[in-house]
């Protein structure tokens, strides 16, 4: 099985996230994307301001129409520091046959040095690294340095889609409308659970 795992807040799912999935399955073939919400980021140690679980259930809705996009608790379950390499690491325990991918937006390259054993990462993992239309190529020069010489990195063009989580946020709590950057299902749960008010 070729495997895209993709991390993050998702505080809350966007279509942005929903259009790098995409993008990354229909470029590389992945059989399944599992989204994997940390429990806290290393590098943003304030968040997430949603729950746990309202952060599962909206990613949940968002991807419920998806048959080979799952919902991964692993990093939640496990608490704490999320680590990719502690994640990847346990996948690839428990499932030994499949080819992992880790999907990750262009400007997080800039960050793979401060991860926790970058070079065990893509020694586990090939990073599809992710540009938005319009927007130049990263240097992955560093990147490809690291990783294994089996899991070179691939660049994935995404469409621009104009949608942070961080705004979206911002738009909730000035009660602006939300509706043209997240799926209709999680803006519903959004405005019944008063999430980011």
């Not at 690839?92 to 793979?112: C, R, T």
């Not at 070079?119 to 990263?138: H, K, T, Y």
């Not at 939300?178 to 019944?192: G, H, N, Q, T």
Request: aromatic letters at 6%; charged letters at 20%.
């Amino acid at each position: 099985m070729r495997l895209g795992i993709y991390g993050g807040s998702f505080d809350p799912v966007h279509n942005g996230h929903l259009a790098l999935a995409r993008a990354c399955q229909h470029r590389t073939a992945l059989d399944e994307i599992w989204f994997t919400p940390t429990a806290v980021q290393p590098l943003k140690q304030n968040g997430p301001h949603a729950t746990n679980a309202q952060r599962v259930e909206m990613l949940q809705l968002a991807i419920n129409h998806e048959t080979t996009w799952r919902v991964c608790t692993l990093e939640i379950d496990r608490g704490g520091m999320s680590y990719t390499v502690d994640t990847l690491r346990q996948l690839n325990e428990e499932l030994p046959s499949a080819v992992l991918f880790f999907l990750m937006g262009a400007d997080a390259v800039k960050d793979v040095p401060h991860w926790r054993e970058p070079r065990e990462i893509f020694r586990l993992s090939a990073p599809l690294v992710v540009r938005r239309a319009g927007q130049p190529d990263p240097d992955l020069a560093a990147l490809k340095s690291i990783c294994a010489e089996n899991k070179q990195p691939h660049l994935v063009e995404m469409p621009a889609v104009d949608a942070s989580s961080t705004d979206i946020r911002r738009r909730v709590a000035a009660g602006e409308p939300i509706d043209a950057l997240v799926p209709a299902s999680v803006a519903a749960y959004i405005a019944e659970h008063s999430v980011y008010h």
